[in-house]
């Protein structure tokens, strides 16, 4: 598994230099253009890593609805009347 997250931070990493975060910081001293960009690519990957814990929990939620976890049947989310 830690194999297949560090592939998907690599993969993350090369589509923010595509889309060329960071490059205005390069005119900069060199320590501020490392410690910029290092917060920006945290940034980036962590929301990336956000977005995949979205998809993986509805996925595990639709597993529990339509029975293949064990269970028969929903969870039901309390709605409030105002």
């Known amino acids: 598994m830690a194999v297949v997250e560090a592939a998907i931070i690599g993969h993350t ?3 923010g230099e595509k889309f060329r975060l960071g490059k205005k910081t390069e005119s900069q001293a060199l320590i501020v253009t490392v410690v910029l960009k290092s917060i920006i690519y945290e940034l980036f990957v962590g929301l990336f890593t956000f977005l995949e814990h979205i998809v993986e929990g509805s996925t595990l939620l639709r597993e529990l609805c339509t029975g293949r976890r064990g269970r ?6 309390p709605v409030s009347a105002g």
């Open 13 to 15: 990493v090369l589509l």
């Open 72 to 77: 028969s049947s929903c969870i039901a989310w």
